[in-house]
Every structure is written in C-alpha cells, then in structure tokens.
C-alpha cells in the first residue's frame, strides 16, 4: 500500500511563478502550472451503457463490459467504426449523459478510488467535436474569456494573462494571436488552427485528465497530425491523462497515441499499446500485410457495416471474444485492480476553488459586448435591414397630414412599424444559437450556469435594441408626420422598444426549446404571424372569434404596442373631413362632423381601443417579456 498522501491544496499549486521550471518547456514556452501530479491514473471497469432500443423498445447495450486504464502522461485512442460506441464510451468515462436515455453503470477510477461527478468536472476538460468559439473573437481573448470563466480569483489578472500567452505559444498559435477565430462573413482561422484554439482555451483551467471527441473530425491527414501532436506533447510534457475518439486516423496521426481502445458495436476489441496491437493481432490469427496503414486495417477488420455475407460480423463476434479470453485482458483486469487495491493520492485532498459567482455573468457581459459590435450578423444585419425599413416606410407612408383619407394609412402605417419589426427579430435566431451553442458546452464543463447566461444575454440585448428603435423612428416618425410633439415621440419609441424587447425575448425562448436554426426560424415566425393575425388591427376586437380573443389576443405583445401607438397617435388629434358642397362628408362618425372634424378618439372607438389603460399595457409588456424570459429560462435548467 502506499502511504497516505499529505494534504493537497491545488489553489497554491495555481502560482505560476513557483510550478514553472524549465525541463517543462515547449516551443521555448513555460507550461509548469498545467503539470499533473495528482491523478497517477484514470481507469474505468464492468462499464456499461444500456439503452431504450429506438424500434423494439427493448434494453440494448450500446457499451458493454469496458475496462480500461490510462497513467498520467499517456494518451489513449478510442476507435471503431462508425457506430461502434466511440462517443458513448467517452461520454461515460466524462459522466456525461452517455446516449440520449441512457443507463450506465460501472465504476470510474481515479487513482483507483471511485470518482464522483463533481470531481470529474474539477479535474477534467471535455472539448466535443463541434467547437463552441465565438467567431468574431481574437484568439487571445477566447483564451482570456476561458481563464476568466475558469480561474478563480488566487490567480491574478498578470499570471492569468501569462498562462493564456505561453498556450497561445504552445499550441503555435502567436502568430495569429490577434486573428478572429472567424464568422460566415469573415474569414479567420484554419481548421487545424481552430481545433488547437479549442484545445487550448480548456486547457487554462488546468485539467488533469482531458476528454476530446474526435480532434481531428474535419481535418486532412497533415492537420490532424499537427493537431495529435501539439495535444501529445502538451500531455507528455505535463503528465496529463489524455482521452479522445478518432475515426480513421492516417498511420502517422495513430502512431501519436500510446495506447487504444478498439471497439466494434460496443464491446471492447482490444485495448493495449499502440505498440502492442499489431503482434496481438497477428497472434490472434490477423496479421498486417506489409506497408498497410494498420488503424485502418483494424477498422477494416471489424467493419461489420462493409458486411454483405455475415463474414465481419463472424470475425468480429471471433476478435471480441479472443480479446475477452487473451492474457492481455487478464493483465489489464490484474492493473486495474492492483489500482484499486493500492490507491495513489487520495481524491479527498483534491481541493479545487472556484472563480466567484460574479465572475461568470461579467465575462458573458463583455464577451457578447464586444461580439454584438463586431459581429455583423448579431445586430449590424438587422441595424441595416431597420434602417433600410425606415427609409421604405418613410418614402411609402411620406409626409401625411390631418385630412381625413391618411387616417387609414396612419393606422396602416403603425400596424406595419410594430408588426414588422417584430417579425424581423428571425434575424436574431443565428446569433443567439451560436451563443447558445458555447454556452451548452460551458456548461457542460461546469463554468457557465443558466442564470448568468440569460441575464448578460438580456442585459447586452437592451442598448442594441434601443440604438435600432431610435434610428428607425427618428426617420420614420418625422417622414410620416407621425403627431409632432416631443412626448408624442418618445412615446413612440417606448413602445417600439418595448416591442423590440418582446421580440427578441420570443427568439430566445422558442431557441432555448428548439435549437435547431431551421425549426426555430420557422416557429418564431409563424409566432409572429399569429400574433400579428390577433393583435386587432387585421380583425377588430369587436368581430374576432372568440377563441383567437380569449385564447391569444389578451397574451398577444403585438396587440398592446399597437394599440399604446394607436393612442398615441390619436388621443389628442383631430381630423379634417372633405367638404361636400356647402357640408362635410366625414368617414368616421363624430361629434365634431358637424363643423368638418373627426375627434381621434373616435377613430379609436372603431378599433374598440380605449384611452387611459396605455400604463396597464405597459405593465403587461414588461410582464410578457419577463414570461418569456423566465420560461426560456427554465427550459435551459431542465434541459442539462
Ligand atoms: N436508443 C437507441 N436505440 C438504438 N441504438 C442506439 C440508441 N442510442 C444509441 N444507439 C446506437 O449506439 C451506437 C453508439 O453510438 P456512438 O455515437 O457512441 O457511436 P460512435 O462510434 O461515436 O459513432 P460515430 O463515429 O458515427 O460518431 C450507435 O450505433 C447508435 O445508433
């Protein structure tokens, strides 16, 4: 048995200037605060993952019987064919929900000793397959965001500054340090490039063990090599334990790992040294002809997709259970025991400190600060698409006046600025599903929770949406002859925003339910149509069905900004009816017809809208927005 380990407090170990020591070099780059030396081993045995069979409704096990162990300073390869359980044996070994419903047992060691989901979270980095970096950031400040999300506050602002400058250096990375990762618009980094950032921004908050899907996905073979080995030196050189998935590696990009899990639907075909696999292989009947890529002679091997005759499914169910009866698998059971059996440090002393709970919200803060002004597709496409919608309004509905034929356009004219602005809040969908997207894999990692994700994405939204309410009705309001005073005005704006609020709370909602950009956009829309349908303009209150009415009118945001612009509008004006020989011929009744005039009130009584309730309706558009707000809220807590 080893003796027991003295207390460990890893919040000292955080000093940069007291852990950097030279033999720890990379590309002339000090990386000593990353070094492992807590987790001596990660291990995992009689794993499990069993499922709800799609068709049958069955239990299917999609994992079955895994083991395995990985020391401190190896990098281990999970491969297969597709299908074959990569992603779901890698999510298991993170405690990650392994397969959507599914179930899974067994034991996960550290150190031999069993580790819990908390402890996973503090001592490992996961970086899925998919990036999650925000394309209109520069290389260092995704790396400075990550270190504030993750670093608590021992670490000061100079060594937190000084470990993202030594990753960015040895992930070969400085000289695009100040480079956006990139967007749909502008092109920023490579493939390769991207994939080392990703790796890198998980990497600053010092992981022990490090979980990676796929690195390579999306990469030629020279990228993914350069990927592999600036993740296997960083390991070497730090003593991490590095887990990935890898799909078809070329020979040199396999010769990278130390060791591999093979696996063919589910069960474990071999797992070993890399260095290992060929004899084993040969000695268990399948030898590598000369000069073959042997990953891919593996993958070929147990393929059972390429099976026309039922002979790889043969040969597989042969490979598995060869694997289950070799020395090797009785060795490995034996290592993985005498790991449990002789525990390395004790996983009780693993103290790690948390930034603080200001931390997270503050960062998202400026994060999307700077990508709502740099991004054109979060506000600078939608700033110009308003603008362009004021000038099209303006010119259409130009310089009207009191006579009574512009009365209707009027109503027209307000119906269209509240119901299209709304609609065109679609545009929002892509933004915020990007945001959406790191904020899912943050969390994932424990850095980000779904509280500090809405308020910052609701805080940052506000001045966005005010700057775009204000350009469109400084130019529409005073075209149109909207009524001319300054209160009148700002009222207007009021209510536009308002709206614009309520729009854009409707996109973050029905985009925290669906995430995907197509559904989304499709159910933000149709939302908007309805509401549009019920808001009492196309069908005055009096005649809407009563369904339509009591069902959705009275939720309707769209119907309260119209009607606080119709009283606005009409409160306190009046109209000139046409003059028809030596009388009037007025369109709307009134009292005032008589001497040539429409009281703008009455006007109101058409549309049945009343005076005096515009503080209520403002009451409930702060209440709708909150709704919407809270729900999509709770959508995210439900959905981890
Ligand atoms: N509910 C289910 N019913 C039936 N099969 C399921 C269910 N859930 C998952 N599976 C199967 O489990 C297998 C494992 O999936 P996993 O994503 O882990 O494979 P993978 O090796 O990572 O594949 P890829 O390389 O294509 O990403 C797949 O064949 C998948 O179809």
Redesign the pocket.
């Known amino acids: 048995m080893t003796p027991p380990t003295p207390e460990v407090d890893h919040s000292k170990e955080e000093s940069f200037d007291t852990m950097a020591s030279p033999d720890l070099e990379m590309n002339g780059t000090q990386t000593g605060y990353l070094a492992n030396d807590f987790v001596k081993s990660f291990g995992w045995k009689d794993l499990q993952v069993k499922?709800?069979?799609?068709k049958t409704k069955a239990p299917?096990s999609?994992l079955s019987e895994a083991a395995g162990i990985v020391e401190a300073g190896e990098m281990l390869a999970i491969m297969?064919p597709?299908?074959?359980?990569?992603?779901?044996l890698l999510n298991a070994l993170a405690h990650r929900v392994a397969?959507?419903?599914a179930t899974t047992t067994g034991n996960i060691l550290a150190n031999g000793q069993k580790l819990s989901l908390q402890l996973v979270r503090d001592l490992s980095s996961y970086v899925e397959q998919e990036d999650a970096l925000i394309g209109s950031l520069t290389v260092r400040e995704t790396m400075v965001f990550a270190a504030r999300l993750a670093l608590p506050s021992t670490v000061t602002k100079k060594e937190a500054f000084q470990r993202v400058d030594d990753l960015i250096k040895s992930f070969g990375l400085q000289s695009q340090s100040d480079t956006i990762v990139g967007t749909p618009i502008k092109k920023g980094l490579s493939g390769g490039q991207k994939k080392r950032l990703g790796v890198a921004s998980r990497l600053v908050t010092n992981p022990k063990i490090l979980f990676l899907d796929e690195p390579t996905s999306g990469l030629d073979s020279a990228l993914s090599l350069e990927v592999c080995s600036y993740i296997k030196g960083i390991g070497r050189r730090n003593n991490l334990v590095i887990v990935a998935?890898i799909?078809q590696p070329s020979s040199s990009t396999f010769q990278q790992f130390d060791k591999l899990c093979l696996l063919s639907q589910?069960k474990t075909c071999y797992f070993g040294p890399v260095a290992d696999a060929t004899a084993y292989f040969g000695r268990i009947g399948y030898a590598i002809p000369p000069e073959t890529n042997s990953a891919e002679f593996f993958l070929d091997l147990i393929n059972t997709d390429l099976d026309k005759t039922g002979e790889i499914v043969r040969r597989t169910e042969h490979i598995c259970e060869a694997w289950t009866n070799s020395p090797e698998h009785t060795q490995l059971e034996e290592t993985i025991q005498k790991s449990v059996q002789e525990p390395d440090n004790d996983l009780a002393h693993y103290k790690s400190v948390k930034p603080s709970v200001w931390m997270p919200p503050a960062v998202l803060l400026r994060r999307s600060f700077i990508k709502s002004y740099r991004d054109i597709m979060a506000y600078g496409i939608r700033i110009a698409m308003y603008f362009g919608l004021a000038i099209l309004m303006g010119t259409v509905f130009l310089r009207f006046s009191t006579d009574q034929k512009y009365i209707q356009p009027f109503i027209n004219a307000i119906f269209f600025s509240s119901a299209f602005m709304s609609f065109m809040a679609v545009a929002y969908v892509p933004a915020f599903l990007e945001d959406l997207n790191t904020f899912r894999q943050e969390r994932a990692n424990g850095l980000v929770g779904p509280l500090s994700f809405m308020v910052s994405n609701f805080i940052i939204g506000l001045p966005f949406l005010f700057a775009i309410t204000v350009l469109f009705s400084v130019i529409e309001y005073f075209m149109s002859n909207f009524r001319p005073s300054g209160t009148a005005f700002f009222t207007w704006v009021a209510w536009l925003f308002l709206d614009l609020v309520a729009a854009e709370s409707l996109v973050v909602l029905v985009s925290s339910f669906f995430n995907v950009f197509v559904v989304a956009l499709a159910i933000t829309a149709f939302a908007n149509g309805l509401w549009m349908c019920v808001d009492g303009f196309l069908v005055p209150m009096t005649i809407l069905n009563v369904f339509w009415k009591y069902v959705f009118h009275y939720i309707d945001y769209q119907a309260y900004v119209f009607q606080g612009m119709m009283v606005n509008e009409f409160k306190y004006r009046t109209y000139d009816c046409a003059k028809a020989g030596s009388g009037y011929q007025c369109n709307y009744p009134s009292d005032l017809n008589s001497v040539g005039k429409i009281r703008g009130t009455d006007v109101l009584s058409e549309y049945s809208i009343s005076t005096g309730l515009e503080g209520e309706w403002f009451g409930i558009m702060i209440g709708i927005i909150a709704g919407y707000r809270i729900l999509a809220y709770i959508v995210l807590v439900l959905r981890k």
């Open positions: 499922v709800k069979d799609r299917l999609i297969g597709s299908g074959s359980g990569k992603t779901t397969a959507a419903g998935s799909h589910g």
